[in-house]
Every structure is written in structure tokens, then in C-alpha cells.
């Protein structure tokens, strides 16, 4: 990730020195000398700091190790996150027995949408093109647990999620993401947990018709938007319009909204809320048709990025 790259940078900087630095050399040519002497504070920066500050030596060495690891366990691979998905399939139906295929077909989507590779990305006449955002993030198929049920409907109330109640319990839920896969019933598509609640129930639900793209994935939520939605939750993103009239996502780079949008959207809409700002509908956090929504911005990357930081709610993952 971008924020580990660039905390290594600054660690490799204050062991070593720029090259700009490197080649100051002296009026007697003694490069070694200028390298030592004048030409790389860094170290003897470090050094004053290490002094100064006797925690600093251990949290630099728990750094390094948290990246050694994260490197080691392959989360990270070419400075992108790689999240294990277990998906829970809950049926009673043999039709709620989704397919390998479809989940499959999600798994896909989320790449997709999570790595500006959807190809409705370039959606012409988009007027937030320059806050689209690549998040970069991939999302790995891990397991596919399965369970007869005598459950016609799931509801909201996280019974998918506990096996005393007929559900399937997490597998590894601080390193892999689940998703419960069942019919949830209401009209809901799916619902996710925020970062920091418990990790018993921690995950992504989605009913099993508005998943991925094939088998009895259902028009007009048949493109595998309400997992990318729905992850965005479990990502720490809000929904666009702030759940309130003109509220607030807590992200700067995308407009207010006065309310959710359904359908979609006529090119040009605007929000009612001061300043009657073009709304951003085709953000995969409104509630338009899985046709209408095509970006995350710039600004949810870095609030969604935020929570895999060292510290960071779910730094388990990395
Ligand atoms: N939690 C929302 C719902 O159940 C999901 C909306 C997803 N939107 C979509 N186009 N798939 O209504
Ligand atoms: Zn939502
Ligand atoms: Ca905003």
C-alpha cells in the first residue's frame, strides 16, 4: 500500500543518504569523507532522536517487522493489499445453493470496481472524472463454506453469522473478509460492519440475487454493485449523502447531497443543499441501480486505505 511504501521511504532515509547528497564531493575530491561528514545528517539525526526518545528504537523496530511480515505472508504484493474472501452460502432453496461461478462473478466485480478496471470506468460526460480513483486493493476467493438451512429469510439481525442460531460463525475474520450469502428478506440487497465492531460478527451479507453477475444474480442489481457497495461500508465509507438531508460522507472531494438517488440519475442532477452542487450519483456509495454506479473517489481511497495503516482498525489484514 501507499501510505507502507511511503513509511519505508522515511525509514530508508534516515539510515541512508539522498543522492543528491551522495555526490557533494569536496575540493580535495574525498567523497567518503563528504558522505561522512557533511553530506548525510540523516543518520546523525536518527541517532539524537534515538537518545532523546528511548520508544522510539522499539517502535521502529515493530515497524520493521510488521512489514517483514506483511511482505513474508504475501498480503502485500507489489505494494497492493490482497484480502482472502470466505464466502458463507446459506440455502434452503437449491437456487439459494449459489454456483462457484457466481461467486466467482463477485469476486471479479470487486477487482474490477476496486481497481478502476469496471468498464463503465470511463463513463463519458462524467463530471468527477478527475476525482476517480483506482482504490487498489484485490480481493482473493479463500473458501466457500456451505450450509443447508430451514431459514426462509435471514433479516438484519446478523443470524447468518451464529451457528446457535443456524448460521455459520467467521472463519479468521481479522484477516479475511467474509461475506454471508443468503436471503436476507425486506427488500434489502446487503449490509456490512463498519471497522471496529466485534470480529464475531464482522463481514459483508448479501442476498444471494443481487450477487455477482450470473446464476440468479437479478436485474437491476445484477452487476455485483452491492458487494462493491457494501465493502465500501465495511471499508469505513459512509454513504454519500451522510444518511441525513445535506449530511456529510466525512469525505471532502465528493459533493453534498440532499438525499439518496435511486434508478439512475438524469446526466446533470444536482443536489438541493446549498450551493446546489452537481451530485456525485454514479459513486458506488448512493443507492442508484448497479447500471448507475461506476466510481469510489479519491478521497474514499485514502478513508478506506486509512484502516489497513499500522494502527489502522483492520491492520490485521495487511
Ligand atoms: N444496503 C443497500 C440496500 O440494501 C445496498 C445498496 C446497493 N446498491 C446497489 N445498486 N447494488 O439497499
Ligand atoms: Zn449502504
Ligand atoms: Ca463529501
Known amino acids: 500500500m501507499k501510505k507502507i511504501v511511503l513509511s519505508l521511504a522515511i525509514v530508508s532515509l534516515l539510515f541512508s543518504c539522498n543522492k543528491q547528497e551522495d555526490s557533494i564531493t569536496t575540493t580535495d575530491g574525498n567523497l567518503a569523507e563528504t558522505v561522512g561528514k557533511r553530506g548525510c545528517y540523516s543518520d546523525e539525526h536518527l541517532k539524537d532522536q534515538l537518545a532523546a526518545d528511548p520508544t ?36 434452503r432453496t437449491t437456487a439459494e445453493n449459489i454456483s462457484l461461478a457466481q461467486l466467482q462473478s463477485q469476486i471479479d466485480v470487486l477487482n474490477k470496481d476496486f481497481n478502476a478496471q ?33 431459514k426462509s429469510s435471514w433479516g438484519t439481525a446478523d443470524a447468518m453469522k451464529k451457528a446457535n442460531r443456524g448460521g455459520l460463525a467467521p472463519t479468521s475474520p481479522t484477516t479475511k473478509l467474509n461475506i454471508w450469502v443468503c436471503t436476507i428478506g425486506g427488500g434489502i440487497l446487503g449490509y456490512a460492519q463498519f471497522p471496529g465492531g466485534s470480529s464475531a460478527t464482522d463481514g459483508v451479507v448479501l442476498d444471494g440475487k443481487y450477487t455477482g453477475t450470473t446464476g440468479t444474480a437479478t436485474y437491476p442489481f445484477n452487476l455485483g454493485r452491492t458487494a462493491t457497495h457494501e465493502v465500501g461500508h465495511w471499508m469505513n465509507l459512509r454513504h454519500i449523502w451522510g444518511d441525513a438531508t445535506c449530511g456529510t460522507d466525512s469525505v471532502s472531494d465528493t459533493p453534498v447531497h440532499n438525499a439518496a438517488n435511486y434508478g439512475v440519475p438524469a446526466v446533470g442532477h444536482r443536489s438541493t443543499c446549498s450551493g446546489t452542487p452537481l451530485e456525485m450519483y454514479m459513486n458506488y456509495m448512493d443507492y442508484t441501480d448497479d447500471r448507475g454506479m461506476y466510481m469510489f473517489s479519491g478521497g474514499q481511497k485514502t478513508r478506506m486505505l486509512a484502516i489497513f495503516d499500522v494502527g489502522g482498525s483492520r491492520a490485521s489484514f495487511r
Open 56 to 91: 522510539l528504537a522499539k517502535r521502529m523496530e515493530e515497524f520493521e517487522l510488521k512489514a517483514a511480515e506483511a511482505i513474508a505472508q504475501g498480503r502485500i504484493v507489489n505494494g497492493v493489499l490482497e484480502i482472502p474472501v470466505v464466502f458463507n452460502v446459506l440455502y
Open 118 to 150: 469496471n468498464s463503465d470506468y470511463n463513463t463519458a460526460n462524467n463530471p468527477y472524472s478527475s476525482v476517480r480513483a483506482n482504490v487498489g486493493i484485490r480481493f482473493v476467493l479463500d473458501q466457500v463454506i456451505r450450509k443447508s438451512t430451514t
